[in-house]
């Protein structure tokens, strides 16, 4: 079974970055699509990013202009990078890898920007 392990959260200020890292437990080059979602508590968890095998990359309006998402197939992780933060960023931010049409998650990690 696939495990994907997110780290890299924390607390950061207005403006500042923050870089995800989600590593995967099995090998990611045959993987299609891997990418990211985030959760505000009590609230519904929406999409951030996706990058494909072939490095399509597609990002929610709200992130789109100051994030990069990035996988490196050779150390099987994606990566999230997240520029110019604001207080509405703070969420759980989970990583998701479509293996096979099977979705499989993360356990999150939570980013906290503060005023």
């Known amino acids: 079974q696939v495990q994907l392990v997110e780290s890299g959260g924390g607390l950061v200020q207005t403006g500042g970055s923050l870089r995800l890292s989600c590593a995967v437990s099995r090998s990611t080059f045959s993987i299609d699509t891997m990418g990211w979602y985030r959760q505000v508590s009590g609230k519904q968890r929406d999409f951030v990013a996706y990058i494909t095998r072939g490095g399509i990359t597609s990002y929610a309006d709200f992130v789109k202009g100051r994030s990069t998402i990035s996988r490196d197939d050779g150390r099987s992780t994606v990566y999230l990078q997240v520029n110019n933060l604001k207080p509405e960023d703070t969420a759980v931010y989970y990583c998701?890898?479509?293996?096979?049409?099977?979705?499989?998650w993360g356990q999150g990690t939570q980013a906290t920007v503060s005023a």
């Open positions: 998701y890898a479509n293996v096979g049409g099977r979705i499989t």
